[in-house]
């Protein structure tokens, strides 16, 4: 059973920093890309990041330039490092793994995921 536990989050000014992490367990986890969600109440999930088994990364355009996606494969652990944080990027923030074994494509969507992490509430006061 794979297993996704995220710390990080909480509360911070706009143009602040904040930085997500995500431990993974029961998945040989290099293997997979890795992703960040959001979902700010009344709105859907949206993808946010994405790391593959390559360490190539994608992001949603509103957060480029501002976070960074990246992964220690040795501690099986995916980061989200958000900077320069905006009243818009208030929500609850999942990270989720990929179902699909060294995939190295772009395209990443909520059905490609098959585990999910419980979410950390980020907010960012103006």
């Known amino acids: 059973q794979v297993q996704l536990v995220e710390s990080g989050g909480g509360l911070v000014q706009a143009g602040g920093s904040l930085s997500l992490s995500c431990a993974v367990s029961g998945r040989t986890f290099s293997n997979y890309p890795m992703g960040w969600f959001r979902q700010a109440p009344g709105k859907g999930r949206e993808f946010v990041a994405a790391i593959n088994w390559s360490r190539s990364t994608y992001y949603t355009n509103s957060v480029k330039g501002r976070f960074t996606i990246s992964r220690d494969n040795a501690k099986n652990t995916v980061y989200l490092q958000m900077n320069s944080l905006k009243p818009e990027d208030t929500a609850v923030y999942y990270c989720?793994?990929?179902?699909?074994?060294?995939?190295?494509?772009?395209?990443?969507?909520?059905?490609?995921?098959?585990?999910w992490g419980q979410g950390t509430q980020v907010t960012v006061s103006s």
């Open positions: 989720a793994s990929d179902r699909r074994t060294f995939y190295s494509g772009s395209r990443y969507s909520t059905s490609d995921f098959d585990s």
